[in-house]
């Protein structure tokens, strides 16, 4: 029900965007978010966005570099992560919300997509 795109092998310093496509149902009026994890590690939230797209909420590791987007007629989100850092290396998954408002719990989020890999070498 969830697919995600764009990750790669870059350079730091180096930009990707990462995409998210849903089905319409499991989208509609939902929040939806990206996590990530890297080896070893627990999965940790990177961004989220409400329903409307109005509202959004990052990780401070992130803030500022990263941004996330979202077209509801497409039922894609986006995350266009910027100044990427060897510290952003991880398997990047896109998620929906059990409700429209942002979160950072992943005990919020009950759809889950498969993981795409960002890798950023220094």
């Known amino acids: 029900q969830l697919q995600a795109s764009g990750g790669g092998l870059v350079q730091a310093g180096d930009s990707l965007r990462l995409s998210c496509t849903a089905s319409?149902?499991?989208?509609?009026?939902?929040?939806m978010g990206w996590f990530r994890q890297a080896p070893g590690k627990e999965r940790e939230f990177v961004a989220s966005?409400?329903?409307?797209?109005?509202?959004?909420a990052y990780a401070d590791s992130v803030n500022g570099r990263f941004t996330i987007s979202r077209d509801n007629a497409k039922s894609t989100v986006w995350l266009q992560m910027n100044s990427l850092k060897p510290e952003d290396t991880a398997v990047y998954y896109c998620?929906?919300?059990?409700?429209?408002?942002?979160?950072?719990?992943?005990?919020?989020?009950?759809?889950w997509g498969r993981g795409t890999q960002v890798t950023v070498s220094s």
């Open positions: 998620a929906v919300a059990r409700g429209s408002s942002t979160s950072s719990s992943p005990q919020e989020y009950h759809y």
């Open positions: 319409r149902r499991t989208t509609s009026n939902n929040a």
């Open positions: 966005i409400g329903w409307r797209g109005w509202h959004r």
